[in-house]
């Protein structure tokens, strides 16, 4: 069978060419080929060879080390673009759950493809758009299923990771996974616990943003295989679980998560805690916590505004509020959205004789916070003034 490549994988055919020029074989595989036979936009084109890592990098200047590289991939510039080719690879033996204890390249596209984890994720595309489909994924695709490629048990037991991918697939794309698939996942599930916390971080972000996340979590639940998750035993309540996610998911982490947390009623320490469980960035847990607890709020006032600052857009799209309108009105009008548009400088506040120290930033936080509650102008002779008037009562406390 035949298919339409769209744009990404035409600008990569003479990367396909250049290889097979040299006498190697070359395909495109993966995540971007599924995509394309449902007619969902994006993405990444992976591209898979026969050629092994020191080959490729014989004939492209630019290709680079990469991490993946004892996996045999490669990362190649061409045409603008990064393109990551991995050569044809068999796994060996999985001894701890996750990692196959070697891996040997091959000269066989089907080999390939069969160490994949699902049928839908092991097609090979060539360059004329001859699509390769040894495992049936075209039959599973039209019928919306996540099946593994070869025995579930096996797989999953191969890689535990699988098992989570498997339900990710499922709320990405709103599949459903295969009975087989689904059993083996719930048997296999104590695997889980030797799975790096960063790749359970990767793919559940990825669920929670897919189309169907509340299936996926539903089923999870009822498998226990929710209790593999970083964290979970600080959920009181899990059927919190059960709340419908669908229709409002969005591609930005922080929304998705945010609302994850909200409704599993994660709050204070405890959503501190749990947060630390998942080893994510300190930049999309602070971002969390300031979303919760600005949606904790019953009544907000400027200085709430001012504080969660532009990610009030991130907390108003995890959990709506009847009075979201109305505080997005009232962000944009603050006075200042940022310290710096304060008309006063620390280099102001020396000039009047004030030290730098604690009393500096006490000043400063005062001016910002009546200046935000609109009770000064933000007028340089104003705020001058009273940082003169507050700098002679502190100095009078202090006495
Ligand atoms: P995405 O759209 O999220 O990038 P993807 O299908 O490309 O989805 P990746 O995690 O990028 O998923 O992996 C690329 C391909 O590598 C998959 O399509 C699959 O063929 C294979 N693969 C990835 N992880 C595994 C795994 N743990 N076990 C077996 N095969 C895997
Ligand atoms: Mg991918």
Wanted: charged share 25%; aromatic share 10%.
């Amino acid at each position: 069978m035949k298919i339409a490549l769209t744009n990404e994988f035409k600008q990569a055919i003479p990367l396909l060419l250049h290889l097979k020029e040299h006498g190697f074989q070359a395909y495109f595989v993966g995540g971007s080929v599924r995509d394309v036979l449902l007619h969902r936009s994006k993405h990444d084109v992976d591209i898979t060879t026969d050629a092994k890592p020191n080959e490729m990098k014989a004939i492209f200047k630019t290709a680079n080390h990469y991490s993946g590289e004892k996996h045999g991939t490669v990362l190649i510039f061409f045409a603008g673009s990064n393109y990551e080719v991995t050569t044809f690879r068999i796994d060996g033996q999985y001894l701890d759950n996750r990692h196959p204890e070697t891996v040997s390249f091959t000269k066989n596209l089907q080999d390939d493809l069969s160490r994949r984890d699902f049928t839908i994720n092991a097609f090979a595309v060539n360059e004329e758009g001859e699509l390769f489909d040894y495992f049936g994924g075209l039959n599973d695709l039209k019928n919306h299923i996540i099946k593994t490629v070869g025995q579930a048990e096996t797989r999953f037991s191969e890689d535990a990771l699988r098992i989570l991918r498997a339900f990710r697939f499922s709320s990405q794309l709103n599949f459903e996974i295969e009975e087989k698939t689904l059993l083996a996942g719930a048997k296999i599930k104590n695997n889980l616990a030797d799975i790096a916390v960063e790749r359970i971080f990767s793919e559940f972000s990825k669920l929670l943003s897919g189309d169907n996340p509340s299936k996926s979590l539903k089923q999870m639940l009822l498998l226990g295989i929710t209790d593999y998750l970083p964290g979970h035993q600080l959920i009181n309540d899990p059927s919190a679980l059960f709340t419908d996610f669908t229709g409002i998911q969005s591609t930005i982490d922080a929304i998705n998560w945010t609302r994850f947390v909200w409704f599993s009623h994660l709050r204070g320490e405890k959503l501190n805690q749990y947060l630390d469980c998942w080893k994510m960035s300190n930049h999309l847990k602070t971002q969390i916590i300031k979303s919760v607890n600005f949606l904790s709020k019953k009544a907000v006032d400027n200085l709430d505004l001012f504080t969660i600052g532009s990610d009030i857009a991130i907390a108003l799209s995890a959990v709506s509020r009847p009075d979201q309108n109305e505080l997005k009105q009232r962000y944009e009008k603050l006075v200042i959205h940022e310290v710096s548009e304060l008309q006063i400088t620390g280099f102001d506040l020396k000039k009047i004789g004030i030290p730098s120290g604690p009393i500096f930033g006490k000043i400063i936080r005062n001016l910002r916070k009546k200046v935000i509650l609109e009770q000064l102008a933000n007028q340089k002779t104003v705020l001058i003034q009273e940082a003169k008037n507050d700098f002679s009562n502190l100095g009078t406390i202090k006495k």
